[in-house]
């Protein structure tokens, strides 16, 4: 996998905020298992990506907290 593979998705994470964020102990297995199963990256940037314009057109009040969210 990319050598960038963690901070690539984190970096999307936050874009998917509209803030800054750190990702929680739970975060970091799940990529860890993204990893391991060998999910490409660009699918998993991608998908984040998509939920995260559906989210916000829905105009919610609330935000995206985890990854388990994509």
Known sequence: ???????EIEAEFSRA?????????LDWQL???WEKREIPLALILRSM???AKNFQ???????IKTLRYF
Not at 2 to 7: L, V
Not at 17 to 25: F, H, M, V
Request: glycine share 4%.
């Open 31 to 33: 990529m860890q298992m």
């Open 49 to 51: 990506s998509d939920v």
């Open 17 to 25: 905020r509209g803030k800054q964020s750190l990702l929680a102990p």
């Open 1 to 7: 996998m990319e050598s960038n593979y963690y901070t």
């Open 57 to 63: 057109a829905q105009n919610r009040k609330d935000s």
